[in-house]
């Protein structure tokens, strides 16, 4: 079955340390995405990417981090410098970057601040 | 800016037919993208329009007005298992998706 995982699905941070949330796709997609999804709010693009080894901000990507190694696998590094980072975090991929490119979400990583 | 407006919230009936509006101001407009997800799970397709008029697939049909900025989801013969939030999304100028922060649909029996 092809799909998008996440993992893991609850994550819980300490002040001052970074935490990083895995993306893994098996759909041979180019494109990958993190978005943030906080309540009474509008999904917000962290990071995506196009190809490997290439990535843009997006509209919050101020105290996060990203890598692209590899066609499969998008990670997503909190950081300390993200100052409030409760919120649950959703990973998405498609086929290409592109108006009628539906996006495929993965299950979600919630992230709690101890 | 760019926004998107939906009601917060929708409560409906089951096997009765509900819509589901959304106005969007954004710059440029390459489609909008309507998305279901329940509580705590991931967001998953439910249609794309980028031409007026209405889709129909199945029990859910979408309808797109660019001259207007608007669009509705209509879902008829509602079930319990159609309790969820449903997203609208348009892609900017940029390709970029703007997205709405959701109607939550609560159907009774």
């Known amino acids: 079955d092809g799909g998008i995982t996440q993992s893991p699905k609850y994550l819980f941070r300490k002040e001052g340390q970074n935490v990083t949330l895995s993306c893994e796709q098996n759909l041979n997609h180019d494109a990958m995405y993190w978005y943030r999804q906080d309540p009474g709010q509008g999904l917000r693009l962290i990071y995506y990417s196009q190809i490997v080894n290439d990535f843009q901000k997006g509209d919050i990507a101020e105290g996060y981090s990203v890598s692209r190694e590899k066609k499969e696998s998008f990670p997503l590094t909190v950081t300390s410098a993200q100052k409030n980072p409760t919120a649950f975090y959703l990973c998405a991929s498609s086929i290409l970057v592109g108006a009628s490119e539906t996006q495929y979400f993965g299950p979600g990583t919630r992230l709690l601040v101890l | ?109």
Request: hydrophobic share 35%.
């Open chain 2, 1 to 109: 800016g760019q926004n998107i407006d939906q009601p917060t919230e929708m409560t409906a009936t089951e096997g009765a037919i509900v819509q589901i509006n959304c106005t969007y101001q954004t710059s440029g407009f390459n489609g909008l993208f309507w998305y279901q997800q329940h509580a705590g799970e991931a967001p998953t397709f439910l249609s794309y329009n980028v031409l007026d008029g209405l889709e129909e697939k199945g029990r859910f049909s979408s309808f797109l007005s660019r001259s207007k900025g608007y669009s509705y989801l209509l879902l008829k013969e509602l079930q319990m298992k159609d309790s969820a939030s449903y997203l609208c999304a348009v892609t900017d100028s940029n390709y970029q998706l703007i997205w709405g922060a959701g109607t939550k649909l609560i159907i009774k029996p």
